[in-house]
Nanobody, 124 residues
Framework: QVQLVESGGGLVQPGGSLRLSCAAS????????IGWFRQAPGKKREGVSY????????YYSDSVKGRFTISRDNAKNTVYLQMNSLKPEDTAVYYCAAGVIAGWGLIEHEYSYWGQGTQVTVSA
């Protein structure tokens, strides 16, 4: 059974850090581009970051650039999103997704597999 499971969300104070994990079962993550998306209450889901399958190149949205880092651990079949200097506006449900994508990797419909999401709340 193909499955993506996110973990690592929680409540953190502004300026704090969290590391989200995206663990895959039923398929091998390193053959896929992995994206992280988030959806805040009342807002559309937005792309945050991705790591490509071809060369592990990475991309970050302007809102998280310099604060978030995406990485893979192929031995654990897991992708991580390290989030530092968190801000209240980072509060959202975070989703990871996997897809076979040739170009820019934050187009939602190009992703085949999605996790269930993990809540991140940044609040004092």
């Amino acid at each position: 059974q193909v499955q993506l499971v996110e973990s690592g969300g929680g409540l953190v104070q502004p300026g704090g850090s969290l590391r989200l994990s995206c663990a895959a079962s039923g398929f091998t993550l390193d053959y896929y581009t992995i994206g992280w998306f988030r959806q805040a209450p009342g807002k559309k889901r937005e792309g945050v970051s991705y790591i490509s399958s071809s060369d592990d190149s990475t991309y970050y949205s302007d809102s998280v650039k310099g604060r978030f880092t995406i990485s893979r651990d192929n031995a654990k079949n897991t992708v991580y999103l390290q989030m530092n200097s968190l801000k209240p506006e980072d509060t959202a449900v975070y989703y990871c997704a996997a897809g076979v994508i040739a170009g820019w990797g934050l187009i939602e419909h190009e992703y085949s597999y999605w996790g269930q999401g993990t809540q991140v709340t940044v609040s004092a």
